[in-house]
């Protein structure tokens, strides 16, 4: 069965750090896996998506790599921000891409 | 566009009650799910659908059932509300390209079961 454990559970950072949050899964058989972030009462929002076949993917001050043979992915977030505070959640996908298994998240905090 | 679109929000039952918890999208996905999220769990799946008439189950599926008569509707019936139901409920979405896609969420349904 496909485990998914974020360290750390909770960060607080100065704004403008840059940071890393750290995912490992089990079992290295995936489909693709995704990055979330969660606001306080919200839905998720997918931030980024690699493919099995990628090493990483980058959106604006966000990068993700992937290494599926150790089983660990990495969220970058450059030159942190307040709006950037919310909880990040790693799922990476079953093989056959039919459900996410999802970690349970790391908070972050910005303080200006 | 609305995305995913859920109803109700907020919902409160008694134990042994029934309800649907309704889940509707406009993009045309063909593949739809059901998580549940519950403190220090993080979120589980509950069903999935990869098409129209096409449903299976997650990790948690007892106690809920689902349909998918449409490409639009996945609703999620509770045939007998537990307690340990209590849980907030989100329903996402993709289109057919699994690798590539992301999957799209509802905004929830926080449901208690007294």
């Known amino acids: 069965k496909q485990e998914v454990t974020q360290i750390p559970a909770a960060l607080s950072v100065p704004e403008g750090e840059n940071l890393v949050l750290n995912c490992s899964f089990t079992?290295?058989?995936?489909?693709?896996l995704q990055w979330f972030r969660q606001d306080p009462g919200k839905g998720l929002t997918s931030l980024l998506l690699i493919q099995s076949s990628q090493r990483e993917q980058t959106s604006g001050r966000l990068n993700a790599s992937l290494d599926k043979s150790s089983g660990r992915s990495t969220l970058y977030i450059a030159a942190s921000q307040p709006g950037d505070s919310a909880t990040y959640l790693c799922a990476p996908s079953n093989q056959a891409g039919t459900a996410l298994i999802f970690g349970k998240g790391t908070t972050l905090s910005v303080s200006s | 566009n609305a995305g995913v679109t859920q109803t109700p929000k907020f919902q409160v039952l008694k134990t042994g009650q029934s309800m649907t918890l309704q889940c509707a999208q406009d993009m045309n996905h063909e593949y739809m799910s059901w998580y549940r999220q519950d403190p220090g769990m993080g979120l589980r799946l509950i069903h999935y659908?990869?098409?129209?008439?096409?449903?299976d189950q997650g990790e948690v599926p007892n106690g809920y059932n689902v349909s998918r008569s449409t490409t639009e509707d996945f609703p999620l019936r509770l045939l007998s509300a537990a307690p340990s139901q209590t849980s907030v409920y989100f329903c996402a979405s993709r289109g057919k390209s699994q690798e590539g896609e992301k999957l799209f969420f509802g905004s929830g349904t926080q449901l208690s079961v007294l």
């Open positions: 659908s990869v098409g129209a008439g096409i449903t």
């Open positions: 079992d290295s058989a995936i489909y693709n």
